[in-house]
C-alpha cells in the first residue's frame, strides 16, 4: 500500500461505546496528524505526533485519546462520545515538524473515517 | 479573525469553462507557506500545491495554475478547461514559520462542474 491509509471508513457508535480510529502512513514521515472535519467548519486540528512524541493537543477533550506506538502509526481511541462529535476524522502525515514545530511540510492525508455517534 | 479565507462557498460552472478559486490570506510573519487541496466525494485531501512566501512566480501544472500576490495577500487557484473530474471541494491553507503552529485551513470551496 501507498500514501496514507485509514481504518474503518465508516463507524457507528454508540455514546457508550469504546472504538477505534486506526492511521498507517507508507511515507517515510516522521509526523503524524489527526485532524477533525465538521460541516461548514474549518479543519481542526486534534492532535500532532513527531517522532513518535505529542507536540500538540489542541484542547481536545479526554474522551478522545491519541496513541503513536511508532511513527507508521497513529491511532485514535473514542468513548464515551457525544452526538456532536459525529464528523470526517482525518489523518495527516509529513516529513517532521520543521524547526520550532512548525507545519511548513507537505502534510498528506488520508481518505478518513466517517464517524457517527448516536 | 479567520487566516485564510475563501469567500466562495460554492460555484458551478459548465464543463470546458475556466474556473477561478479565490483566497486570501492574513498574516505578520514575513515566511510562511500556502497549500491548496482537493477534496473529492471519497474525503481524501489531496495535495495540490506548495508555495513560500519568497517566491511570487505563478505556476502552472497542466489545466492547473496559481497567482500568489502578496501584494494583495492573495493565492488564487485557475482550473482552465474544467472537468466533471475536478468537482470537488477545494481548500487553501497556510503555515506560518514563526507564528502559531497550526496549518490554518480555509472553509472551502465546493466546485461543481457540469457536463
Known amino acids: 500500500e501507498t500514501g496514507v491509509t485509514q481504518t474503518p471508513r465508516h463507524l457507528v457508535m454508540g455514546m457508550t461505546n469504546k472504538k477505534s480510529l486506526k492511521c498507517e502512513q507508507h511515507?517515510?514521515?516522521?509526523?503524524m496528524y489527526w485532524y477533525k472535519q465538521s460541516a461548514k467548519k474549518p479543519l481542526e486540528l486534534m492532535f500532532v505526533y513527531n517522532f513518535k512524541e505529542q507536540t500538540e493537543n489542541n484542547s481536545v477533550p479526554s474522551r478522545f485519546s491519541p496513541e503513536c506506538p511508532n511513527s507508521s502509526h497513529l491511532f485514535l481511541h473514542l468513548h464515551t462520545l457525544q452526538p456532536e462529535d459525529s464528523a470526517l476524522y482525518l489523518c495527516?502525515?509529513?516529513?517532521?515538524?520543521?524547526?520550532?514545530?512548525?507545519?511548513?511540510?507537505?502534510?498528506?492525508f488520508g481518505p478518513g473515517t466517517r464517524l457517527t455517534v448516536l | 479573525a479567520q487566516k485564510v479565507t475563501q469567500a466562495q462557498t460554492e460555484i458551478s460552472v459548465v464543463e470546458k469553462e475556466d474556473v477561478t478559486l479565490d483566497c486570501v490570506y492574513e498574516t505578520r510573519d514575513t515566511t510562511y507557506y500556502l497549500f491548496w487541496y482537493k477534496q473529492p466525494p471519497s474525503g481524501e485531501l489531496v495535495f495540490l500545491i506548495r508555495r513560500n512566501s519568497f517566491d511570487e512566480q505563478n505556476e502552472i501544472s497542466g489545466r492547473y495554475s496559481w497567482n500568489f500576490q502578496k501584494s494583495t495577500s492573495s493565492f488564487n487557484f485557475t482550473i482552465t478547461a474544467s472537468q466533471v473530474v475536478d468537482s470537488a471541494v477545494y481548500f487553501c491553507?497556510?503555515?506560518?514559520?514563526?507564528?502559531?503552529?497550526?496549518?490554518?485551513f480555509g472553509t472551502g470551496t465546493r466546485l461543481t462542474v457540469i457536463p
Open positions: 491553507a497556510l503555515s506560518e514559520l514563526t507564528g502559531a503552529n497550526n496549518l490554518f
Open positions: 495527516a502525515s509529513s516529513q517532521d515538524l520543521a524547526l520550532g514545530g512548525t507545519f511548513t511540510d507537505t502534510q498528506y
Open positions: 511515507l517515510g514521515h516522521n509526523a
